[in-house]
């Protein structure tokens, strides 16, 4: 095969763009409208793995501010997570957790910190298997260890047929638990 100035060219501007397919990448939003000014930073390193979301809403009316950031940060068996929410009244709430891939789906673990200081624990797993049958589960405990809340769903197919079953439990007096699965920066 014969090397042609044009071929040599071509083949040396896509060798120089290959590595900026993989740069970090941001990308903002922003939103102004007659009650509320927002935006929206997210910005994907894919040779680090870090995925970071960073969002604020004011308030044109009252000038109360609330604020959000979150960061996902890619391991060798899945990924952590953390986010940080901040209230129009200065009170946060925090949620950090490790998400870990298993041979048939993956497991979370992790803690999260309500904006009255209350300290929970959050688990949650999830598989499937080859025949397109599915189950998922998330509980929330208290500080002491106690089951607030949980939910668990099965899916089956058999013969053309499927089947959902959903399961949810709440300890008495508990409103609205923390939930399991914070969004995520994607």
Do not use: C, H, W
Request: proline share 5%; net charge positive; charged share 20%.
């Amino acid at each position: 095969m014969r090397k042609t100035p044009l071929m040599l060219a071509s083949l040396t501007a896509l060798a120089l763009a290959l590595p900026a397919a993989a740069q970090e990448q941001t990308r903002t939003r922003s939103y102004d409208g007659p009650k509320v000014s927002a935006s929206q930073t997210t910005t994907v390193n894919p040779d680090t793995g870090t995925a970071t979301r960073t969002r604020e809403a004011t308030n044109l009316n009252t000038g109360n501010t609330a604020s959000s950031s979150a960061v996902r940060q890619r391991t060798e068996t899945g990924a952590t997570i953390d986010i940080v929410q901040t209230g129009p009244q200065g009170n946060s709430r925090d949620l950090s957790g490790t998400r870990t891939r298993t041979d048939t789906g993956s497991t979370f673990t992790g803690t999260a910190t309500g904006r009255g200081g209350e300290s929970y624990g959050l688990a949650g797993a999830r598989s499937r298997d080859g025949q397109g049958n599915s189950a998922a589960s998330q509980s929330v405990t208290n500080s002491a260890g106690e089951v607030l809340a949980s939910r668990e769903r099965a899916t089956t197919r058999s013969e053309g047929q499927v089947s959902r079953s959903v399961t949810k439990t709440r300890a008495p007096g508990v409103t609205r638990p923390p939930r399991a699965r914070g969004k995520r920066p994607r």
